[in-house]
């Protein structure tokens, strides 16, 4: 009878253990799946940022107007240089033609014009120079504009479009004061 109480103890006794072991267990169980929900949720939070921002840089750019008036453009600064004359050209910001990427330009460039007669004409033809630029600026990829090599091209594809929006050889040259891709 000492045997089989011993032996009922003992039982008693395992079975508290495994009742024991189970929490621990579990416990470790609990404190994994906090931890990747925790990580879940920090992804997540980052994920949404990342994109709140995003979407407030698009509608900045969304606002920006398209074409200046031509009360505006008529106020431009002129400097002389040489013997041509500089016009300041407001800023382009365009989306670039980067399908699987959302990428953007700003580019803010100066023409040297042949002779100061011809600023007159360029001010009276802003919203088509714009147009014509802001098509071309557009149509160009991130890869074919961040080399040096690329941004000489545009600059030649630039002055051949506006000397025919223009008459021939009234924009001499283009700068650009402000490239900014990304």
């Known amino acids: 009878m000492a045997d089989e109480e011993k032996k009922e103890e003992d039982a008693k006794k395992n079975k508290g253990e495994k009742k024991e072991a189970k929490p621990k267990g579990k416990s470790k169980l609990i404190l994994i799946i906090a931890g990747v929900v925790l990580l879940l949720l920090v992804a997540g939070g980052g994920f949404f940022f990342m994109r709140k921002g995003s979407s407030e840089k ?63 004409e360029v001010n009276n033809r802003m919203p088509q120079i714009r147009d014509s630029l802001l098509i071309l600026l557009s149509s160009k990829e991130y890869a074919a504009i961040r080399t040096v090599e690329g941004k000489l091209e545009l600059r030649d594809e630039i002055l051949q479009r506006l000397n025919t929006v223009l008459k021939k050889g009234v924009v001499q040259t283009a700068y650009f004061t402000d490239f900014v891709a990304q």
């Not at 407001?90 to 100066?110: C, G, H, M, Q, W």
């Open 58 to 120: 698009t509608a900045a750019v969304e606002e920006k107007p398209a074409a200046p008036k031509a009360e505006h453009a008529a106020e431009k600064t002129e400097e002389k240089v040489g013997s041509g004359v500089i016009l300041d050209l407001d800023p382009f910001v365009v989306n670039l033609a980067d399908s699987p990427e959302i990428r953007y330009l700003k580019v803010t460039i100066k023409l040297e014009l042949t002779k100061a007669e011809y600023a007159e």
